[in-house]
């Protein structure tokens, strides 16, 4: 079992920046892909981006790449995700997710019910 926490979250203006952080308990961390979803007022959870347990692959969004980028440090059992020039309609809860499998493609990744694992969500607020 895989408990996962974020943090990380809060106010920001519009074209900030800011960094999430979600650590994982367990061991074998560097075995697990980890993946990031939003979630805003009234929508569905939507996928942001995902990372391989060596770092060796990452899909994104297209709508988030070149803005959002994604890593983690296997030695601490953590994934970021860095968010640059923020807009207001990246106003969301922020999830991050994990299974004990490599990472395939986006389509595979951006696919909710692949995820084993989530955390209780950051919330994320881009102000004007």
């Known amino acids: 079992q895989v408990q996962l926490v974020e943090s990380g979250g809060g106010l920001v203006q519009a074209g900030g920046s800011l960094r999430l952080s979600c650590t994982a308990s367990?061991?074998?961390?560097?075995?697990?892909?980890m993946g990031w979803f939003r979630q805003a007022p009234g929508m569905e959870r939507e996928f942001v981006g995902c990372i391989s347990g060596g770092s060796t692959a990452e899909f994104y969004e297209d709508s988030m790449k070149g803005r959002f980028t994604i890593s983690r440090d296997n030695a601490k059992n953590t994934v970021f995700l860095q968010m640059n020039s923020l807009r207001t309609e990246d106003t969301a809860v922020y999830y991050c997710?994990?299974?004990?499998?490599?990472?395939?493609?986006?389509?595979?990744?951006?696919?909710?019910?692949?995820?084993?694992?989530w955390g209780q969500g950051t919330q994320v607020t881009v102000s004007s």
């Open positions: 367990g061991r074998s961390f560097g075995s697990y892909s």
């Open positions: 997710a994990a299974k004990a499998s490599y990472i395939l493609s986006t389509v595979v990744c951006g696919t909710m019910t692949w995820w084993d694992y």
